[in-house]
């Protein structure tokens, strides 16, 4: 199956400063999508991007997808950008493959 | 909109008491639907996901088994649950633009 690797594993900033999280698959994809955990579990769907650049607010994400490869930009972080960022990618129309996570602390 | 339920939001259970995580889809027909689990460590596993009323698909043999009765609800049980059984459980949906989006989880704890 398709590997999912995301770095860095744990990330921790100054509130107000930018981050770059990476996302490296193994095969061709047809579904990438980024996710935000909250500290209370809760999932959110940040983008669908098998390719191209989203922009949503702070947040942006960029998948290339011929180099197997998604980043994940935010910028001016705050302390509610805070929890785990999944990237999970799919080649076919229905399962996703998700990677184990990077677990970002912003401090105040 | 479309939302997306499931309960209990926690329990504890017993070592060999039976199971059932309920999830519920309400604003959009025909999802495409799925069970994880989130075990320490952060990863998703997908258990089971289903396309349509009746049609599941099992990822990962084990102690556990998901149904769905209805279009927009699906269930997971076990029969006797095992200590390796506890964990966060988590049910999501996605539709034709193959989104996917999760409810809230249920926290399980087999003792």
């Known amino acids: 199956g398709i590997q999912v690797e995301q770095s860095p594993p744990d990330l921790i900033l100054q509130e107000g400063a930018n981050s770059t999280l990476r996302c490296n698959f193994s095969?061709?994809?047809?579904?990438l999508q980024w996710f935000h955990q909250n500290p209370w579990g809760q999932l959110i769907n940040l983008f669908y991007i098998p390719s191209g650049t989203k922009q949503n607010g702070r947040l942006s994400a960029t998948t290339v997808a011929t180099e197997r490869y998604s980043l994940l930009y935010i910028s001016s972080s705050q302390t509610t950008d805070s929890g785990v960022y999944f990237c999970?990618?799919?080649?076919?129309?229905?399962?996703?493959?998700f990677g184990k996570g990077t677990l970002l602390t912003v401090n105040p | 909109s479309q939302t997306i339920h499931q309960w209990p939001a926690t329990l504890v259970q017993p070592v060999g008491s039976p199971l059932s995580l309920e999830c519920t889809v309400e604003g959009t027909s025909n999802p495409n639907l799925y069970w994880y689990r989130q075990a320490a460590g952060r990863g998703l596993q997908l258990l089971f996901y289903?396309?349509?009323?009746?049609?599941i698909s099992s990822e990962v043999p084990q102690n556990l088994s998901a149904s769905r009765p209805q279009d927009r609800q699906f269930i997971l049980s076990s029969k006797k649950l095992l200590l390796s059984d506890s964990g966060f459980y988590l049910c999501?949906?996605?539709?034709?633009?193959?989104?996917?989006?999760f409810g809230e989880g249920s926290w399980l704890t087999v003792v």
């Open positions: 095969d061709s994809v047809n579904n």
């Open positions: 999970a990618v799919g080649s076919s129309n229905y399962k996703l493959t």
């Open positions: 999501a949906w996605s539709g034709q633009y193959r989104e996917e989006y």
């Open positions: 289903s396309v349509g009323i009746g049609q």
